[in-house]
């Protein structure tokens, strides 16, 4: 099952016009009582994002003044911004350009080295290949923050503890993204181009990056944007690998925000609590944003890993 | 000659990256967590071989079993309901009878690209008890404020967290397995009289076994090392959530407070491997309904 084959089929289902006119006309008719419901399931999921956006509009007291799901009657947005930017010598932008730094790095790293282990073991036959590859698949299973500590340890004695080095190179060893490009490749780089472009002359490294890495686009883009996500969003590894704050990502940060504001009584006399709530309205606007725009490319890896088992 | 030579030796050279930080980085953590384990660090005679007396001290830790017995009770029934919950929203997506589904679908997926920890914290606000919005509505109305955050409320409320988070994210699995199924079984079913309800169950269900195996493996996984949420929520309500409150927040506080690092590699083995069995198990009954 290669991942176009689901846009495939889903694409005329998707469109109204059908063979028959019954079926069409059948097909037309929406139920006003399950749209409802999910309308109200939905409104769960967009509350807590509501009452984030409300929240970033006020001050320290107003948060506690006025009615949580509702603006104060002196929202400061962009004061709030601009505080939670220059608070502690602007080091939310520390953060913010760190989280960017380990992501993005740990996304492209981990999608290439996943690409191009699942085209070696998709197209390549050779000594051991399947006890490496069920080797990688058991380890899906083990929990990263179980490998957490043991990692930190390992680090300690390499003095790689306190850079960035110690979230990006953790981030790079994705088995599962292996696992689901070994399937993509099996269907998607047709075994019959190889061949040709081999009796053309061309060598094996020039075979995939010109011609199979292209055909794996689609797969190498869902497991770079999985690893985006699962590294931006990394909060046990950092709080274990990092102590400088300058160092810290955006997760890890706004964590020591917030003991901070709690620390400082709780009170409305702490102004941390705005910057908390604002810092956490501006650390998922990217990611949120992203993800809408690159929709198409999540939905289509997904449904590789779900349907091929 | 040559070229079938080359064309042997590449295979290996294309995996070979990925197995080298694998094995750096997946393989050798795990095997020092394991050689750690075998020793204890003494105030008499430092670093001492005890072979697994960490692992008969751990089996029998009072705090340790409570973290896997609170994180399992979570995963019973947080589980369930996250994935029914997922089921039910992308079958109904998937039903063509919604009216703003792609609204919906994305709406109900963005928390998925919510940071855990923002997630948390969000939630954590929204529970409290000065200015989160349930407690100032009982407030207005003269009721008594829910206490999300006391300790028989504290188990739900991560679960509500955790479910939140990850509903979206589920669904999305599903949905995209359902889209995959072919046109013809739904017209073969319907021409054999079958309705809504009795596609959903004999054509959509049976279809969607390798997605909802791969979620629930994911679920697995997922709870049993529970930590980001606990964790923040443990700053606002320290008096309910201890240090051994999940078994991940033990490890993590034996390793950075406690200092006890030989345990704490103990904890997080003795953890890894609860995961995987729990996951194998997962596996092999999934695998066994399969062939009655």
Redesign the interface.
Known sequence: ?TTT???A??A??AAAPEPTPRRARR?S????P??I???A??A???L??F??LI?STKSTQD??NS???WFSHAPQLLTNIKETFTQDDGVFVHWLLNTVLYAVVSAVGAAL??A??G???A????RG?RF?FN??L??V??????????????FAKAGLVNTPWAII??S??N?FG?YLMRIYAADAVPDSLLEAA?IDGA???RI?FRIALRLLGPGLVTVLLFTL?AT??N??LP??MLNDPDLYP???G??SW??QA?NGG?GASSDMLAL??TG?LL??VP??V???ML?RY???G??A????? | MTAVRRRRAAGPLFVAPFLALFLLLFLAPLGYAAYLSLFQNRLIGGNVFVGLDNYTQALRDPQLLHGVGRVALFFVIQVPLMLLLALLFALALDSGLLRLARVIRLGIFVPYAVPSVVAALMWGYLYGPDFGPFAQLSRDLGLPAPDFLSDGWMLGSLANIVTWEFVGYNMIILYAALRTIPQELYEAAAMDGAGAWRIAWSVKLPALRPALLLTLLFSVIGSFQLFNEPNLLMKIAPDVISSSYTANLYAYSLAFTGQQVNYAATVSFLLGLVIVIASYAVLLTANRRRTP
Do not use: C
């Not at chain 1, 197209?123 to 050779?126: G, I, S, V, W």
């Open positions: 099952m084959t689901p846009t089929t889903a005329p289902k097909r008719r929406r139920s006003t399950l749209t419901a999910m309308l399931a939905l769960y999921f967009l807590p994002l009452w984030l929240a948060l506690f009615f949580g799901l080295l996943a191009a282990g085209y070696g073991f197209k390549f036959r050779f290949d490496a080797l990688v058991g380890a299973m083990v929990p990263t923050t179980a490998l957490a500590i043991p990692t930190y340890l390992l190179l953790p790079l060893v088995p292996l081999r060598g094996e490294a995939f996500v931006w969003n909060y046990f709080l274990i955006i997760t890890v706004l964590a917030a003991a709690q709780a908390v709530v956490s650390s998922i990611l949120v992203a993800f809408l929709q999540w939905q289509s997904l449904a890993g779900g349907v091929k088992q």
